[in-house]
């Protein structure tokens, strides 16, 4: 059974910083889209920054020179560094693979994790 499990979320005060983790398990990742996706209440789920075939990263405009996608194939494990955190920021964090050629939406991703939830207080 694959499994994405993500960790790491919490209430931070504006120009924090957190590190989210998303262990995935029943599958080895490493040829796949991952991708971290947020939703804020009302708001459709957003693509944050994704690593393409483990080679090319994308980030949202947002968060350029914030947030850093990284990964670790040996964990079997991604990660989202996200620093100098804005209230803007607060939602449900998602991380999501994928073997298909898309990467941007969410309808591209076969599997999710159950979400975590980032707090920016202001």
């Known amino acids: 059974q694959v499994q994405l499990v993500e960790s790491g979320g919490g209430l931070v005060q504006t120009g924090g910083s957190l590190r989210l983790s998303c262990a995935a398990s029943?599958?080895?990742?490493?040829?796949?889209?991952m991708g971290w996706f947020r939703q804020a209440p009302g708001k459709e789920r957003e693509l944050v920054a994704a690593?393409?075939?483990?080679?090319?990263?994308y980030y949202t405009d947002s968060v350029k020179g914030r947030f850093t996608f990284s990964r670790d194939v040996a964990q079997n494990t991604v990660y989202l560094q996200m620093n100098n955190l804005k209230p803007e920021d607060t939602a449900v964090y998602y991380c999501?693979?994928?073997?298909?050629?898309?990467?941007?939406?969410?309808?591209?991703?076969?599997?999710w994790g159950q979400g975590t939830q980032v707090t920016v207080s202001s």
């Open positions: 999501a693979a994928t073997y298909s050629g898309g990467y941007s939406l969410p309808s591209d991703y076969d599997y």
């Open positions: 690593i393409k075939w483990a080679v090319y990263t």
């Open positions: 029943g599958r080895t990742f490493s040829n796949y889209h």
